[in-house]
């Protein structure tokens, strides 16, 4: 079976609205109503309706200025600011579904660890076990600063900081051990004492006593996901991830991508198929193959646009950790020629875009390069749907991230067009056999 989630890219943030920006049909009353559930609820029921396993929820908490040393352009343009705190939001979206998991991320620099634990394990019970953990390390200073550091840590001891924030989140989480919670009525006795214990960890990053002050939910560690793609990404996603997203540019790197974790995850003693891979793609679905091409012409056109350029140079500054202001570089400088060294942020995100383009010009990579492909998935849905099985035939599993603009249009193609075209060939499931997140990763 392939396994399909959707990337809220946005977060719960500003979704596409701009018409200059290239975004601006279909994209309804975003710009107002961006902040209220009704969006967000209709993402869920109609990936619940589609078969998803889950939606991934972006979170940055900064209001960036390292593109040309000014917010202006963050603000003008509501590129990764304003955004709320995506947590409230996971309740709402499951309220109205039954199946489907919420992936919301927290970051290890954001959320100290008994504080993540906690609030995870309340989210496990709100949503009768359907979220998972996005764990990430944050990306840029201004998130660092914002959260009392004098500037970020550097990319591989973020990782580092990282594991020792996932051990400490899942200490926590089971430090009521199974059968603590007795809930006798008769004998009123709630919880047997000697079987919830501290776990008095002292580490060089975080330190916690414990015990969690609430009881486990239904999942009681509740699934992690990653996507760091680096050395350390990859390690850390192998020690401790349910699923992976991955950016790969072809089927052959997804291949390789997938071999090389599985192979790290089984160092680690864990079964890698309990760790489902799934990568990026941004699909182009119309009624025929030929208005999909011509669709995807009008994106790759729209991608010279002004607005848009701003938005790619203005999106690797942001990657870069926002140490390279790409705004500041004459767009016409050889790839080869930019000092890439300071960079500090995304590493492996980075790499994707100037992969092979040492000897294009900032200008040339802008208007050409993507960080995530179609993957050639563009055509009618049926088409669509056929070649997905193809490249999953090849790939080996596991399944995909949808990463499209969050629009209703999108969903409606997605939910009603593509996943009903996959169904039909038997490529996804037709209803869920179990009601956790991680019985959803764990179908076969
Ligand atoms: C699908 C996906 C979702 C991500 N979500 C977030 C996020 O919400 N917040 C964040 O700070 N970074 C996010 N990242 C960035 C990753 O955590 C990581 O920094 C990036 O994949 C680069 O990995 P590397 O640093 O190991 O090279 C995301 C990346 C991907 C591919």
């Known amino acids: 079976m392939i396994h399909l989630g959707w990337f809220?890219?946005?977060?719960?943030?500003?979704?596409?609205?701009?018409?200059?920006?290239?975004?601006?049909?279909?994209?309804?009353?975003n710009v107002t109503d961006w902040m209220k559930p009704d969006i967000y609820v209709d993402l869920a029921t109609s990936m619940e309706r589609a078969g998803f396993d889950y939606i991934l929820i972006e979170d940055t908490a900064m209001v960036e200025d390292s593109y040309q040393g000014?917010?202006?352009?963050?603000?003008?343009?509501?590129?990764?600011?304003?955004?709320?705190?995506?947590?409230?939001?996971?309740?709402?979206?499951?309220?109205?579904?039954?199946?489907?998991?919420?992936?919301?991320?927290?970051?290890?620099?954001?959320?100290?660890?008994?504080?993540?634990?906690?609030?995870?394990?309340?989210l496990d019970h709100l949503t009768e076990g359907r979220v998972g953990m996005n764990v990430v390390t944050s990306v840029t200073d201004r998130v660092a600063q914002?959260?009392?550091?004098?500037?970020?840590?550097?990319?591989?001891?973020?990782?580092?900081?990282?594991?020792?924030?996932?051990?400490?989140?899942?200490?926590?989480?089971?430090?009521?051990?199974?059968?603590a919670v007795l809930a006798d009525v008769w004998n009123a006795v709630?919880?047997?004492?000697?079987?919830?214990?501290?776990?008095?960890?002292?580490?060089?990053?975080?330190?916690?006593?414990?015990?969690?002050?609430?009881i486990p939910g239904p999942q009681g560690r509740p699934p992690i996901a990653s996507a760091g793609g680096s050395e350390a990404g990859r390690d850390l996603a192998a020690r401790y991830d349910d699923t992976m997203m991955s950016l790969s540019k072809s089927v052959e790197e997804m291949k390789e991508y997938r071999l090389d974790m599985r192979r790290r995850v089984a160092v680690y003693g864990r079964d890698p198929d309990a760790v489902k891979f799934l990568f990026l793609v941004t699909p182009v679905i119309a009624e025929t193959d030929a208005e999909a091409q011509e669709k995807k012409k009008a994106m790759a056109a729209a991608r010279l646009s002004d607005a848009s350029i701003e938005y790619n140079l203005w999106n690797m500054s942001y990657t870069s950790g926002g140490r390279i202001d790409f705004g500041a570089i004459d767009p016409d400088t050889l790839i080869r020629d930019i000092d890439f060294s300071r960079q500090n942020g995304e590493n492996s995100s980075v790499a994707a875009i100037f992969q092979n383009s040492a000897d294009l010009s900032l200008r040339e990579v802008v208007a050409t390069s993507y960080q995530i492909t179609d993957l050639g998935l563009v055509g009618s849905p049926d088409t669509v749907a056929a070649r997905m099985g193809e490249i999953m035939d090849e790939v080996g599993g596991d399944g995909f991230l949808f990463y499209?603009?969050?629009?209703?249009?999108?969903?409606?193609?997605?939910?009603?067009?593509?996943a009903p075209a996959l169904r039909r060939r038997g490529l996804i499931r037709d209803g869920y056999s179990g009601t956790t997140l991680r019985e959803n990763l764990l179908e076969h």
Not at 20 to 25: A, I, M, Y
Not at 190 to 209: C, E, L, M
């Open 146 to 179: 914002n959260y009392g550091y004098a500037e970020h840590f550097e990319h591989d001891e973020r990782y580092l900081m990282a594991q020792e924030w996932v051990d400490v989140v899942q200490q926590l989480q089971g430090s009521w051990k199974p059968g």
């Open 8 to 29: 809220l890219g946005a977060g719960f943030g500003i979704q596409p609205w701009s018409e200059k920006g290239g975004d601006g049909l279909w994209t309804g009353s």
């Open 190 to 214: 709630y919880a047997d004492h000697t079987k919830v214990q501290p776990i008095d960890f002292v580490g060089k990053y975080f330190s916690s006593r414990g015990p969690l002050n609430t």
């Open 70 to 122: 000014t917010a202006e352009t963050s603000l003008r343009r509501g590129f990764m600011a304003p955004k709320n705190d995506p947590m409230p939001l996971v309740p709402l979206m499951t309220q109205r579904t039954k199946h489907i998991g919420i992936i919301p991320t927290a970051s290890v620099i954001q959320y100290p660890p008994y504080l993540a634990a906690r609030l995870f394990a309340t």
């Open 404 to 418: 499209l603009p969050t629009t209703r249009r999108n969903m409606a193609e997605v939910a009603d067009g593509l």
